[in-house]
């Protein structure tokens, strides 16, 4: 039973993480590819 439940924790956690990962890359996706635009026109 312990066994099952660390999975379904490290699940929780693996979920959370990709949730927050979309939201971040939703949120400032276009902030941060004129970021790396900005870098690429300096090299």
């Known amino acids: 039973m312990n066994k099952g439940q660390g999975m ?3 699940a929780f956690i693996v979920a959370l993480v990709v949730i927050v990962v ?3 890359i939703t949120l400032f996706g276009e902030s941060l590819q004129a970021l790396y635009q900005e870098i ?4």
């Not at 690429?40 to 090299?43: A, K, V």
């Open 8 to 10: 379904v924790e490290y």
């Open 22 to 24: 979309i939201l971040g």
């Open 40 to 43: 690429l026109n300096h090299i």
